[in-house]
């Protein structure tokens, strides 16, 4: 029964305009402006408390399809940010889930490493001081957003694998040092890796922004490819074999959005697009072993008041995404 509800909601992506009708109730609930060009998303929902996290349920596809995960390190004195999925990092074919998150008034940027199967936080790691709003591995390299340059562009730091795992396996947060200096980029609100390639996006909200492919060569430089349309409020990527999973989030007080969209597609408004809503303040996003994940910074210090106060990683099939 559900399905066919579903398939009769024509609902605003984000409080945007949907096909030239205003949005109204739940999909009005940003009431941001309305979009270039729309989107169905599913926002069909009970409206009561979800099963496994705090407040509303976002959505029966989001709950039919997610469930609590690892718990999120580090909170709440931590903001938690960027997530990357770290195949193999022991040497002994072992994955595990990286989170990068900021701290309190000026204070180090940290690195978290979280063992997926056990749910145990294997280490940490500072490193100098950033929002650290995206974290992504690519080609041997821990890439991990700077602090906005002296004319408030974005810039991307890199980390030595080697270095990171044999400090993440330390007593302590030993402080580990970025390689080289920060390369500046177009956007790094967000970041992902796949094999050799790094994305990089510019958050926005008040409409569509983009993201750049980047080449990794094998001593961590950056090579500029080509650009990608992103939706508006993208705060995470998960790059599958044939899926760009965008997480997406606008305020504390609304659902988010997880955009599934064709892999290499430039253009957003495609037929294949699926969007369904998601719990509030979605952050980082990222897959292992068959698993996609999603980072929420709602349990921080700062958001008490957020729709969804999320201590815990949401974990999903990656097929069933």
């Given at each position: 029964?559900?399905?066919l509800?579903?398939?009769?909601?024509?609902a605003?992506?984000?409080?945007a305009?949907?096909?030239?009708?205003?949005?109204?109730?739940?999909?009005?609930?940003?009431?941001?402006?309305?979009?270039?060009?729309?989107?169905?998303?599913?926002?069909?929902?009970?409206?009561?408390?979800?099963?496994?996290?705090?407040g509303?349920?976002?959505?029966?596809?989001?709950?039919?399809?997610?469930?609590?995960?690892?718990k999120i390190?580090?909170?709440?004195?931590?903001?938690?940010?960027?997530?990357?999925?770290?195949?193999?990092?022991d040497?002994?074919g072992?994955?595990?889930?990286?989170?990068?998150a900021?701290?309190?008034?000026?204070?180090?940027?940290?690195?978290?490493?979280?063992?997926?199967?056990?749910?145990?936080?294997?280490?940490?790691?500072?490193?100098?001081?950033?929002?650290?709003?995206?974290?992504?591995?690519?080609r041997?390299?821990?890439?991990?957003?700077?602090?906005n340059?002296?004319?408030?562009?974005?810039?991307?730091?890199?980390?030595?694998l080697?270095?990171?795992?044999?400090?993440?396996?330390?007593?302590?947060?030993?402080?580990?040092?970025?390689?080289?200096?920060a390369r500046?980029?177009?956007g790094?609100?967000?970041?992902?890796?796949?094999?050799?390639?790094?994305?990089?996006?510019k958050?926005s909200?008040?409409?569509r922004?983009?993201?750049?492919?980047?080449?990794?060569?094998?001593?961590?430089?950056l090579?500029?490819?080509?650009?990608f349309?992103?939706?508006?409020?993208?705060?995470?990527?998960?790059?599958?074999?044939?899926?760009?999973?965008?997480?997406?989030?606008l305020?504390?007080?609304?659902?988010?959005?997880?955009?599934?969209?064709?892999?290499?597609?430039?253009?957003?408004?495609?037929?294949?697009?699926?969007?369904?809503?998601?719990?509030?303040?979605?952050?980082?996003?990222?897959?292992?072993?068959?698993k996609?994940?999603?980072?929420?910074?709602?349990?921080?210090?700062?958001?008490?008041?957020?729709?969804?106060?999320?201590e815990?990683?949401?974990?999903?099939?990656?097929?069933?995404?």
């Amino acid at each position: 029964m559900r399905a066919l509800v579903r398939k009769s909601v024509v609902a605003a992506v984000s409080g945007a305009l949907l096909f030239g009708v205003p949005a109204t109730g739940a999909a009005a609930e940003t009431g941001a402006a309305a979009e270039a060009a729309a989107i169905a998303c599913d926002d069909d929902s009970s409206g009561q408390d979800a099963s496994f996290y705090p407040g509303e349920s976002a959505g029966y596809t989001y709950d039919e399809k997610f469930s609590a995960g690892p718990k999120i390190p580090g909170l709440p004195e931590h903001t938690p940010q960027g997530l990357a999925a770290w195949k193999d990092w022991d040497g002994a074919g072992n994955g595990l889930l990286l989170m990068s998150a900021y701290g309190k008034d000026g204070s180090n940027a940290k690195i978290y490493g979280v063992d997926p199967s056990s749910g145990k936080t294997v280490g940490d790691v500072e490193i100098a001081e950033t929002h650290a709003s995206g974290i992504a591995i690519a080609r041997g390299w821990a890439f991990v957003t700077g602090r906005n340059n002296a004319e408030g562009h974005y810039t991307v730091r890199k980390y030595k694998l080697s270095e990171l795992a044999d400090a993440l396996k330390a007593e302590g947060s030993p402080y580990v040092k970025q390689t080289g200096e920060a390369r500046e980029v177009y956007g790094a609100s967000f970041l992902s890796g796949d094999g050799n390639t790094l994305y990089a996006g510019k958050y926005s909200r008040d409409g569509r922004e983009k993201m750049y492919a980047y080449d990794v060569a094998a001593d961590g430089t950056l090579t500029t490819g080509k650009s990608f349309e992103i939706p508006k409020g993208t705060q995470g990527l998960m790059v599958t074999g044939d899926k760009f999973v965008y997480s997406t989030s606008l305020s504390r007080d609304v659902r988010s959005n997880l955009y599934v969209i064709d892999k290499g597609a430039t253009d957003i408004d495609i037929p294949s697009t699926r969007c369904f809503r998601s719990p509030s303040m979605s952050e980082g996003i990222d897959d292992l072993g068959g698993k996609a994940y999603v980072l929420y910074e709602s349990g921080s210090y700062q958001y008490p008041d957020a729709r969804n106060v999320i201590e815990n990683l949401h974990e999903a099939s990656v097929s069933g995404l």
